[in-house]
């Protein structure tokens, strides 16, 4: 079985929330980029959908899927995304990307789309020969929510809340990496 195909079986088993947790974390490390662009960028939708979404799988706000799938689709069609003085189009694709797969995993329940968003911010860390620190960091976030799921616990709530804080956190550190 091949890595990724091992990586969706285990999202899958995760249900739902616990892919769309998964695959949310790995977008909110790039999201920090966004401070890098001008007010009004087109790629500024990926925040906007982010923060929508973490309301919705942290309970504070109830999914609108209209909603969400407007988002996402606002996040599909940016193709031409222009490069700004410090951040590589490339990166801005990678988060967009990542948030657009983060939406779809949680609109279709499909695990495959979690592995797409991570895949996104692997794609983007490995630019600068980070790679395997986020291969790291995504190998922790499937276990402990694995964990959370095998106790019995909804990966909602409190672990959401945990999990967007450190991604929040260590998106600082890799985008300042990124972006040396």
Request: overall charge neutral; aromatic content about 4%; proline content about 6%.
């Amino acid at each position: 079985m091949e890595p990724e195909d091992a990586r969706k079986n285990i999202l899958a088993s995760l249900g739902r929330s616990g892919a769309t947790l998964f695959a949310i974390s790995c977008a909110e490390r790039l999201r920090p980029l966004l401070s890098h662009v001008p007010s009004g960028a087109t790629p500024l939708i990926a925040g906007v959908a982010l923060t929508e979404l973490w309301r919705v799988l942290e309970g504070a706000q109830r999914p609108d899927p209209r909603r969400l799938s407007e988002l996402s689709q606002k996040c599909w069609a940016l193709v031409d995304i222009e490069p700004t003085p410090k951040v590589a189009t490339a990166y801005l694709e990678g988060l967009v990307g990542a948030t657009h797969h983060a939406l779809e995993a949680y609109l279709s329940g499909n695990a495959q789309q979690a592995v797409l968003a991570a895949q996104k911010s692997f794609d983007a860390a490995a630019q600068k020969a980070l790679g395997d620190e986020e291969k790291a960091r995504q190998d922790r976030d499937v276990r402990e929510i694995s964990d959370a799921v095998r106790a019995g616990a909804p990966p909602l709530g409190q672990l959401g809340t945990r999990l967007r804080e450190r991604a929040e956190k260590e998106g600082k550190s890799l985008v300042a990496s990124l972006l040396k």
